[in-house]
Structure formats: structure tokens, C-alpha cells
């Protein structure tokens, strides 16, 4: 439709040519194309160059009309993908939304005032799929072909329990001592015992006495002096009196993730907040890291010089 209102603003295949910077041959093809399916010719070739037909005068004001549609489309477009403020919703886990995103996102607001944050705390790794959120951070890596992740890190998970639990129960001194102790776990979800056999300990629902699958509920239980629990490391800093166990065990990290969907990442606004999220939760994990190995491991009154070196759970 572009080559066929240049062709008849210009008068002639060369003129409209020069006029594109197009191909002349490439211009004669497109009319040609639009002409046969229309089913009728526009142009009638003349000494000077072509005259336009009845059928061609018919149509122009539309063809001009659907020309204008097409450049403000593009206008559009690109004003949308340069726009660097509006809303960015962000998807993550509970855990995560309430223990490792709130310092990285006031960050964020800090850097980037334009930007409104949505922050959806749900563990459903469709949340990007259905378009429901623009970001996702996520500890699995997701599988969708129509998702573009970048792995951030791999978080640490530790052993622990309460102060008040160790003081009354004792802190276990090697990794086979840990199941002669209340365990909190999971419920439905089995990455534990996934976990436990990865360890090359595989253990039954039944050794965990307390179990949800509520991740938030499952830090306050081993706050509360419950039991020994399995947890993100970066969740002890907001967890007071919790202090890791065994150190020596090899506990699988978990990977931190960085997704969002492919139609939406060339969006200037989504991509300034997927590059600083990138950039400052791995460097927010790394800080609580080091928080957490300045804390040692347990209470003075608790700990055992056998606590070192490196062991499974058979051990």
C-alpha cells in the first residue's frame, strides 16, 4: 500500500523509486501484487511515466487513511518502548517477596523514581505466561520457551534452629545426631526429602514432627523454637535467635532466577527494572552472606570444636 500511493503521488515507478529509497523492480512487484488481489489494474503506463485508473482514485483517500493508521502506530511504539516511568509488576515467592525483594526494591525506587513497583507474592510460575506480572524472580529455572531468564545465584541453605531450642535440646555435633532431633518440614511439598536423598540420606515424611508447606509459617515455627529447620540462608537476618546448625553439611543450594516474558523485554521501562534487579540482588544475597558469617554459628554456650570439615549426612 506504501509503494502504491508513492507510486501515484509521484507519477512514475522512478520518481516513486527515488522517492523510498527503494528498488524500482521492488516497487513494480508490490504494485503488481496489490493489483492482482484486488483483481483489477491500478496503473496505466503512459510516455512520462503511469496514470492512475478509476479503481486506483477510488481507493487513494482509504490507502491515505490506512498510511496515517500505520505511521502513528509506529509513533506509538516507539514512544512506548522509549518510556522510562510507569508501573513494573514483579512476581516472586512469599519468602523471597517478604525477606529478600523489600531492600532490593526501596532500592530500586531510590534509583528509579519514575518507576512504580507491583509487587505479587505468589509461588505459580505461570504468573508470566498469563501476562499477570512482567518480571519474575523465581528459584527454579523456568522451562517456557516464550520466557528469557538469567540466573543471578545460588542460594545457601542451612541447617537451624533457635537459641531456646538448642539450649534445651542441644545442638547436634555431627549430621547423624540431626535426626534424633524434632525436625520441621515440609508437608505435600517433598523438596526436603528430595533434598535428604540428594544428600544420600533419604528419610520419610515421618521424621519431620512439625510440617507445612506455608514457607513464611515454616520460618516463624523454627523462630518459635519448634524444631531445626531447613532454610535460605538470607532469611536469618530477619529471623532473630535463629542460628545455623552442622555447618559441615552439603546441603543443594537453591538457583535465583531472573525471568520475564520475550514480547515485553524490548519494553525500555521493563528492561531498566530487569537490569537493576540483575545487578542488586546478587548483591544483596552476597551482603546477608557475609551478615551471616560474621554471626558464627550458634550461641557461644552451644558450640562443639568437633563442628568443622566437611561431611554428608551418613556421616
Not at 484486488?38 to 512520462?48: Q, S, V
Not at 545465584?153 to 542451612?158: E, F, K, L, P
Not at 515454616?218 to 524444631?227: C, H, P, T
Request: charged share 20%; hydrophobic share 45%; net charge positive.
Amino acid at each position: 500500500m506504501q509503494s502504491f500511493i508513492a507510486v501515484l503521488d509521484a507519477g512514475s515507478l522512478s520518481g516513486a523509486a527515488k522517492k523510498l529509497g527503494a528498488q524500482q523492480p521492488t516497487l513494480s512487484r508490490q504494485v503488481a501484487a496489490l493489483e492482482a488481489q484486488l483483481g483489477a489494474p491500478l496503473f496505466e503506463r503512459t510516455g512520462r511515466g503511469v496514470a492512475p485508473t478509476a479503481l486506483a482514485l477510488a481507493i487513494a483517500d482509504d490507502a491515505r487513511a490506512m498510511q496515517r493508521g500505520a505511521e502513528q502506530l509506529q509513533r506509538r511504539l516507539a514512544r512506548q518502548r522509549s518510556r522510562t516511568g510507569g508501573t513494573v509488576r514483579i512476581t516472586t515467592s512469599q519468602v523471597a517477596a517478604s525477606y529478600l525483594l523489600p531492600p532490593v526494591l526501596a532500592a530500586l525506587q531510590a534509583a528509579e523514581p519514575g518507576i512504580e513497583v507491583e509487587l505479587v507474592a505468589s509461588n505459580q510460575l505461570t504468573n508470566l505466561l498469563r501476562r499477570e506480572a512482567d518480571i519474575a524472580v523465581r528459584m527454579v529455572r523456568p522451562a517456557q520457551a516464550s520466557l528469557v531468564a538469567k540466573k543471578l545465584a545460588d542460594i545457601a541453605i542451612t541447617a537451624c534452629a533457635h537459641e531456646r531450642y538448642l539450649a534445651r535440646a542441644g545442638a547436634p555435633r555431627r549430621p547423624d545426631e540431626l535426626l534424633r532431633h524434632r525436625l520441621v518440614g515440609y508437608d505435600r511439598d517433598d523438596a526436603l526429602l528430595r533434598g535428604f536423598a540428594a544428600m544420600g540420606a533419604p528419610i520419610g515424611r515421618e521424621h519431620f514432627v512439625l510440617r507445612t508447606d506455608d514457607q513464611l509459617a515454616y520460618g516463624r515455627l523454627v523462630a518459635a523454637g519448634a524444631g531445626i529447620g531447613f532454610v535460605a540462608a538470607y532469611n536469618l537476618r530477619w529471623l532473630p535467635g535463629v542460628v545455623p546448625v552442622l555447618p559441615m553439611l552439603k546441603i543443594p543450594p537453591l538457583p535465583c532466577w531472573l525471568a520475564v516474558h520475550r514480547e515485553i523485554r524490548g519494553s525500555a521501562l521493563v528492561r531498566r527494572a530487569f537490569d537493576f534487579l540483575a545487578e542488586a540482588i546478587p548483591r544483596e544475597l552476597a551482603a546477608m552472606q557475609a551478615t551471616l558469617a560474621q554471626t558464627s554459628t550458634a550461641p557461644a554456650s552451644l558450640r562443639h570444636p568437633e563442628q568443622h570439615g566437611s561431611h554428608s549426612i551418613r556421616q
